[in-house]
């Protein structure tokens, strides 16, 4: 019964009942980072003053990973240490 209900997404009813291939809630942020969701978001910020390579390079790591950590809940884990190397920054 659960495979046949009408689906809006893909319209691939296997493909939209898995629950990772959902969009990722704000919630889950929270839940999955706790306080460096906050820190992460201030290290985001300091990288932009004195920028370097390396820093650079940490925020287009950043932008990248919560772009598609975004698009599926399953890719949260990509964004795991790039918030933890912002929140160290912070």
């Not at 691939?12 to 980072?33: I, K, M």
């Not at 925020?59 to 772009?67: F, G, I, N, Q």
Request: glycine fraction near 6%; aromatic fraction near 16%; charged fraction near 10%.
């Amino acid at each position: 019964r659960g495979l046949f209900v009408r689906h809006t997404r893909t319209g691939n009813p296997l493909v939209d009942s898995v629950a990772e291939h959902q969009a990722t809630s704000t919630r889950a942020y929270n839940l999955y980072f706790h306080f460096t969701y906050y820190l992460a978001s201030v290290g985001f910020i300091m990288c932009f003053f004195d920028l370097t390579d390396a820093k650079a390079f940490l925020l287009v790591y950043a932008v990248t990973t919560y772009h598609f950590s975004s698009k599926m809940n399953r890719l949260v884990l990509l964004l795991g240490p790039v918030a933890a190397v912002l929140g160290g920054i912070s």
